[in-house]
């Protein structure tokens, strides 16, 4: 993108210099299935580097459609979606694809290959690594989610929770602008589910996390937003959407029996 604003080097930006770009801008994103079924009604979402933002809202509120979109599985049927100033689209496919990278819930439907370093080596060789720095690559993914000792075990032996992991490595090899998450910590018991919050929030990547879990969104993320029908009805601190009872209800969102957020997150500053 070209920079409009002239600076001497060195010197302060001047005021007037545009707010920094966001690695995700959706805008005015609406789409009906084949069959008819209008999913979204025009969403807005700017997510900026460095941020974890949670993305919650009651079953069938569009979220998967929503992140069918951004990395190109679902054409828009209106609006856009930009990821680093690029518009999503058939000519820019391939190069969103490595800057999208999207954890499906399942992560079966991730990893096909013989070995785990294999599954990991798969994206970045498409791209046309090879040798040492493909190899460079997959150990650091891999180390990243804590999984370089597991290198050579097919990914079938491993258990959900070690491939979880592994499906976060193979998207992490691409080292993509934005890490987009569908429901993590579904089907974890709690200490794979605390391992992997401690993976993700120790990792230098822009998060954007699906899930019905809303203590771990509020463990991770200090933004989320509610989609709900299809539209984006709250963007906020996490805690404060979580702490408000009122709109908590009205978009079917329940927290755990007992869980008070606010005190949650003074422990979680703390
Ligand atoms: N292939 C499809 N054809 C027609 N309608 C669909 C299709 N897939 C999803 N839908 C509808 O689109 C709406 C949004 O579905 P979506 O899966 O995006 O919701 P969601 O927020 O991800 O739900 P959940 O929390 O249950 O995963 C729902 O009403 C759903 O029935």
Avoid: W
Avoid at 259 to 265: K, L, Q, S
């Amino acid at each position: 993108m070209v920079d409009l604003v002239t600076t001497t080097p060195g010197a302060t930006p001047p005021a007037t210099r545009p707010a920094a770009q966001p690695v995700l801008a959706v805008s005015g994103l609406a789409y009906a299935y084949p069959d008819g079924h209008q999913a979204l009604y025009g969403v807005d979402l700017a997510v900026y580097a460095g941020e974890r933002v949670a993305m919650l809202g009651p079953n069938g509120a569009g979220k998967t459609t929503l992140v069918h979109h951004l990395n190109g599985i679902l054409e828009a049927g209106r609006g856009t979606v930009h990821v680093d100033g690029l518009l999503v689209g058939k000519p820019t496919l391939t190069e969103v694809r490595r800057r999208v990278g999207v954890v499906f819930q399942d992560p079966d439907d991730q990893l096909f290959m013989p070995t785990v370093r294999d599954d990991v080596a798969f994206g970045p060789a498409n791209l046309g690594l090879r040798g040492v720095e493909l190899t460079a690559r997959v150990e650091e993914a891999l180390a990243a989610v804590g999984m370089g000792d597991h290198a050579d075990r097919p990914p079938h032996h491993l258990s959900f929770g070690q491939r979880r992991r592994v499906a976060v490595a193979t998207v992490l090899a691409m080292r993509p602008s934005v890490l987009v998450l569908d429901e993590p910590s579904s089907n974890l018991d709690p200490a794979s589910r605390r391992e992997l919050a401690e993976i993700l929030t120790g990792l230098d990547v822009t998060v954007l996390m699906v899930t019905h879990d809303l203590p771990y969104a509020l463990q991770l993320c200090d933004r989320a937003v509610i989609l709900d029908e299809g539209t984006i009805v709250a963007d906020g601190a996490t805690v404060d959407l979580l702490a408000d009872a009122d709109l908590m209800a009205a978009h079917r969102l329940e927290l755990p029996f007992g869980f008070d957020p606010v005190r949650a997150n003074v422990a979680r500053a703390g």
